[in-house]
Nanobody
Framework: VQLQASGGGLVQAGGSLRLSCAAS????????VAWFRQAPGKEREFVAA????????TYADAVKGRFTISRDNAKTSAYLHMDSLKFEDTAVYYC???????????????WGQGTQVTVSS
């Protein structure tokens, strides 16, 4: 398994969650890491991405100011800290590594299995 996401769960609106993505060295080193999400009946959508150095971070407008992506290259792990969660944030969240195109497109070499985030209103 190259990527493994964890940390999802059930949370009330306004609450916080922290997702983790444990990666293999091969999938992580030198690559952009990103989080995507997919709600039932909807296409997979971009959430956030961080370049290898961690300084360059990109966010979807829907989560800007509420979510923070980070990475620990020594631990080959990435994180998504989510604050002020809304009902519409409910989805399966996937981590991904090694972008093959624009970082906001779901074209990555490596994907985790997904972790469910459910926000109750």
């Amino acid at each position: 398994v190259q990527l493994q996401a964890s940390g999802g769960g059930l949370v009330q609106a306004g609450g916080s969650l922290r997702l983790s993505c444990a990666a293999s060295e091969r999938s992580f080193r030198g690559n952009t890491v990103a989080w995507f999400r997919q709600a039932p009946g909807k296409e997979r959508e971009f959430v956030a991405a961080a370049g290898w150095g961690g300084e360059v971070r990109t966010y979807a407008d829907a989560v800007k100011g509420r979510f923070t992506i980070s990475r620990d290259n020594a631990k080959t792990s990435a994180y998504l800290h989510m604050d002020s969660l809304k009902f519409e944030d409910t989805a399966v969240y996937y981590c991904a590594a090694q972008s093959l195109d624009l970082v906001t497109l779901p074209r990555y070499t490596y994907w985790g299995q997904g972790t469910q985030v459910t926000v109750s209103s």
